[in-house]
């Protein structure tokens, strides 16, 4: 007897070996994408990002230091955000006049009060002095932590402003800002994540359908069909 025609049973197998491999791709491509997303939310995605915009003014007395021309200075203030609204201001740093008219300022730690929680940074930064009394200065302030609404943020904030020397140990210190800052997803809020996906990729895992037939054992005894011989 001759055989023309693939026998309906392995053809019906390797349409189940087909269904079984696209299960398989479909658990391990959903597996793949669940891990991806939850390293690239821990790593890149911000809990909430926000520019920060304002003004600032106060005063300040100048200690100096044992250094000709250097001075720490203590800064006390107060300011208006607009998008978190009034806050306090005190800062210290180094601020050195030594080869006029530069001014460099270092060594700074600054902290904003405002009514749900602190930011606090480091600055660094430089000036001229007209020679008149005044002097313009630039500050790179960065954010490294908070508390209260800002716990966890960080961020980059740049700072321009006017100096007016009021007495030879005290200034009027007034200028503006522009920056911003986030905030890093809390670590309960990762392990959610990362539970959701994992229970996700186990519940495709158990819907991946197994072949009744171990394949290679039917191809086996199917053989003269796969190549096309005659019985």
């Not at 020679?131 to 932590?145: E, M, N």
């Not at 908070?146 to 200034?171: C, K, M, R, W, Y």
């Amino acid at each position: 007897m001759h055989i023309g025609n693939r026998p309906p049973a392995l053809s019906r197998l390797r349409t189940r070996r087909l269904r079984f491999r696209n299960s398989q791709a479909r658990s391990r491509v959903f597996g793949i994408v669940g891990s991806l997303t939850v390293a690239l939310v821990g790593l890149a995605m911000p809990g909430r990002a926000n520019s920060i915009t304002g003004t600032f003014s106060g005063t300040a007395t100048l200690t100096p230091s044992g250094s000709p021309g250097v001075f720490v200075q203590n800064f006390t203030g107060n300011g208006d955000d607009t998008t978190f609204g009034l806050f306090t201001a005190s800062s210290t740093s180094t601020v050195d006049f030594s080869a006029p008219p530069s001014i460099v300022i270092s060594s700074g730690t600054l902290s904003e009060i405002f009514a749900g929680g602190t930011l606090m940074g480091t600055s660094s930064g430089d000036g001229t002095a007209s020679g008149l009394g005044t002097a313009t200065f630039t500050i790179d302030l960065v954010i490294t932590g908070g508390t209260g609404a800002f716990a966890g943020d960080t961020g980059d904030v740049n700072l321009t402003g006017t100096i007016t020397q009021t007495s030879p140990t005290t200034e009027s210190i007034s200028g503006s800002y522009t920056g911003s800052i986030a905030a890093v997803p809390e670590p309960s809020t990762l392990v959610l994540l990362a539970a959701g996906f994992a229970g996700l990729r186990l519940r495709l895992r158990k819907r991946v359908v197994k072949p009744l037939v171990p394949v290679v054992q039917f191809f086996k005894i199917y053989q003269p069909w796969s190549s096309g011989k005659r019985l």
